[in-house]
């Protein structure tokens, strides 16, 4: 999905020589590190921030991901106080269990963007990951997510129906919530009368006025498939479950769209073809598959070219990928020839594409792709050739996100 390019383009540079301006002597060091580098990764909107443990003299590296990609920013010395300790400090975890993995949650004074911890014990000490959500405020709409013309009315479609599963399926960090957010959104200005809208998240990365949304707690058994259970007597009549990951959810998810109740919910799979094998053998009837999916949307984030992109002069991979533009590199896009991520979708309705019969049979993920191509369905890597055409991104990103091998 389109993503605003930083306004801070060398932030990385101007971390690194903020971070190595502090004195580690300082008792304040800590503090100061922890509050410039999270400062710094919020302006340039990165996603994670890893604090690696390099060895026993207590040094650490820095690395953040930007745009879906891992960069290392650079390597500091220990202080008095542990970087990752401080962490731990801010996300009210127990800073004196150092062997064990925990999670927690970091805000910022009235900072609108929250922070989840994790942190992990390593043979050189804790590693710390601190994954940064966007703002409520930036959420997207559904028309802002980037989607071809046909996806989104396709998509629209499927939020204004009463019943069914409604799958956003991709890796980890192809922008599902921010696409469930986005259709929740859509569902409370697009229909025509008022719906009842709850969710069940971990975490609730953003508020949405109107919406009755519940944090689960797998430690207390509030648990997604627990939570599906009870929200059903809350009068509901659209559902959003974060995520779909076992067989209790997916079979729970599966009969509350088969009784009169819309559910939005993410889905780890490789392909459109994959999500609806891998349910088949979660143990979800084929019977209730064939009539509770109501649809598909298959996304992967790639990289968009920089404006200093320039024209390539050759075919890549012997014609299978026509690259069109190329990367070059640039101080705006920080020398990587990409600024922002653009939103590459597959969409699948299985009545239109005929696929009823083959989940009764329970076909395995290859044929239900063969029925998909011969129902004539504009296919991932379809998507992706048109965006190169376009000069939008690159065959290198595409390989890269989609995981086409040479």
Same mark, same amino acid.
């Given at each position: 999905?389109?993503?605003?390019?930083?306004?801070?383009?060398?932030?990385?540079?101007?971390?690194?020589?903020?971070?190595?301006?502090?004195?580690?002597?300082?008792?304040?060091?800590?503090?100061?590190?922890?509050?410039?580098?999270?400062?710094?990764?919020?302006?340039?909107?990165?996603?994670?921030?890893?604090?690696?443990?390099?060895?026993?003299?207590?040094?650490?590296?820095?690395?953040?991901?930007?745009?879906?990609?891992?960069?290392?920013?650079?390597?500091?010395?220990?202080?008095?106080?542990?970087?990752?300790?401080?962490?731990?400090?801010?996300?009210?975890?127990?800073?004196?269990?150092?062997?064990?993995?925990?999670?927690?949650?970091?805000?910022?004074?009235?900072?609108?963007?929250?922070?989840?911890?994790?942190?992990?014990?390593?043979?050189?000490?804790?590693?710390?990951?601190?994954?940064?959500?966007?703002?409520?405020?930036?959420?997207?709409?559904?028309?802002?997510?980037?989607?071809?013309?046909?996806?989104?009315?396709?998509?629209?479609?499927?939020?204004?129906?009463?019943?069914?599963?409604?799958?956003?399926?991709?890796?980890?960090?192809?922008?599902?919530?921010?696409?469930?957010?986005?259709?929740?959104?859509?569902?409370?200005?697009?229909?025509?009368?008022?719906?009842?809208?709850?969710?069940?998240?971990?975490?609730?990365?953003?508020?949405?006025?109107?919406?009755?949304?519940?944090?689960?707690?797998?430690?207390?058994?509030?648990?997604?498939?627990?939570?599906?259970?009870?929200?059903?007597?809350?009068?509901?009549?659209?559902?959003?479950? !974060?995520?779909?990951?076992? %067989? /209790?959810? =997916? &079979?729970? @998810?599966? *009969? +509350?769209? $088969? #009784?009169?109740?819309?559910?939005?919910?993410?889905?780890?799979?490789?392909?459109?073809?994959?999500?609806?094998?891998?349910?088949?053998?979660?143990?979800?009837?084929?019977?209730?598959?064939?009539?509770?999916?109501?649809?598909?949307?298959?996304?992967?984030?790639?990289?968009?070219?920089?404006?200093?992109?320039?024209?390539?002069?050759?075919?890549?991979?012997?014609?299978?990928?026509?690259?069109?533009?190329?990367?070059?590199?640039?101080?705006?896009?920080?020398?990587?020839?990409?600024?922002?991520?653009?939103?590459?979708?597959?969409?699948?309705?299985?009545?239109?594409?005929?696929?009823?019969?083959?989940?009764?049979?329970?076909?395995?993920?290859?044929?239900?792709?063969?029925?998909?191509?011969?129902? !004539?369905?504009?296919?991932? %890597? /379809?998507? =992706? &050739?048109? @965006?190169? *055409? +376009?000069? $939008? #991104?690159?065959?290198?990103?595409?390989?890269?996100?989609?995981?086409?091998?040479?």
């Amino acid at each position: 999905m389109p993503e605003p390019p930083s306004d801070s383009p060398a932030s990385g540079a101007q971390f690194l020589s903020r971070g190595h301006a502090l004195n580690p002597a300082s008792e304040r060091f800590a503090v100061e590190f922890v509050e410039a580098l999270l400062s710094e990764a919020q302006a340039a909107a990165v996603s994670d921030v890893h604090i690696q443990p390099r060895s026993s003299d207590g040094s650490f590296d820095v690395l953040w991901r930007l745009n879906g990609v891992l960069q290392h920013v650079g390597t500091f010395p220990q202080g008095k106080e542990n970087v990752v300790g401080r962490l731990k400090v801010l996300a009210q975890l127990l800073t004196y269990k150092t062997d064990v993995p925990q999670e927690g949650r970091i805000r910022l004074g009235d900072e609108d963007i929250e922070m989840r911890l994790s942190v992990f014990p390593t043979v050189h000490g804790e590693k710390g990951v601190v994954r940064l959500f966007i703002a409520s405020g930036l959420f997207r709409t559904l028309e802002q997510l980037g989607l071809p013309e046909d996806i989104e009315a396709s998509v629209g479609r499927t939020l204004a129906a009463t019943s069914g599963v409604f799958l956003t399926a991709g890796p980890a960090g192809s922008g599902k919530t921010t696409t469930l957010y986005a259709c929740l959104r859509h569902i409370q200005t697009a229909s025509p009368q008022m719906r009842s809208i709850a969710s069940l998240e971990d975490p609730v990365e953003a508020i949405i006025p109107g919406i009755a949304q519940s944090q689960i707690r797998p430690s207390a058994g509030f648990t997604y498939a627990s939570g599906l259970r009870s929200i059903l007597r809350q009068d509901p009549e659209v559902i959003m479950v !974060g995520e779909i990951r076992d %067989h /209790e959810a =997916a &079979e729970t @998810a599966f *009969q +509350a769209s $088969l #009784t009169g109740h819309l559910v939005l919910t993410s889905f780890h799979a490789g392909s459109s073809a994959e999500a609806i094998s891998r349910l088949s053998d979660m143990g979800i009837e084929p019977y209730v598959l064939r009539s509770g999916l109501r649809a598909i949307l298959m996304q992967r984030l790639v990289r968009r070219l920089c404006n200093c992109a320039v024209a390539s002069d050759t075919d890549d991979m012997a014609g299978d990928l026509a690259d069109g533009r190329q990367p070059r590199g640039c101080p705006e896009c920080r020398q990587t020839g990409y600024r922002g991520r653009m939103l590459i979708a597959e969409f699948v309705n299985p009545a239109e594409a005929h696929l009823r019969q083959a989940i009764l049979n329970q076909s395995d993920a290859s044929e239900i792709e063969a029925r998909l191509v011969k129902a !004539g369905v504009c296919m991932m %890597h /379809e998507r =992706a &050739e048109l @965006a190169m *055409q +376009a000069g $939008l #991104t690159s065959a290198d990103e595409v390989r890269r996100a989609l995981g086409i091998s040479e």
